[in-house]
Nanobody
Framework: QVQLVESGGGLVQPGGSLRLSCTVS????????MGWYRQAPGKQRELVVA???????NYADSVRGRLTISRDNAKNTLYLQMNSLKPEDAAVYYC???????????WGQGAQVTVSS
């Protein structure tokens, strides 16, 4: 059973930085697409950034230039570097993936990010 485990959430002041990690129990290369999504209270889950195994990325306009996706294939880990955080970035952040062959979706448990002074 594939598992995605997120870490790195927390409380940060506006303008601060955080880095989220998503470690996969199997091979990260088995996924055709991985990404980060977020859900704020009372809102629907939304795309933050998605990346294909070929390196193509798709960022939400609201985060472009401030949040950056990256990966370490040897560690089977996906990262989200978040800089210049704003109060509106506060949400539960989820790591999501799509299997390259079966198109099955897998999700992490979520990491809370709070941006407040």
């Amino acid at each position: 059973q594939v598992q995605l485990v997120e870490s790195g959430g927390g409380l940060v002041q506006p303008g601060g930085s955080l880095r989220l990690s998503c470690t996969v129990s199997g091979s990260i290369l088995s996924f055709g697409r991985m990404g980060w999504y977020r859900q704020a209270p009372g809102k629907q889950r939304e795309l933050v950034v998605a990346e294909t195994n070929g390196g193509r990325t798709n960022y939400a306009d609201s985060v472009r230039g401030r949040l950056t996706i990256s990966r370490d294939n040897a560690k089977n880990t996906l990262y989200l570097q978040m800089n210049s955080l704003k109060p509106e970035d506060a949400a539960v952040y989820y790591c999501g993936s799509v299997d390259a062959f079966s198109n099955a979706e897998y999700w992490g448990q979520g990491a809370q990010v709070t941006v407040s002074s």
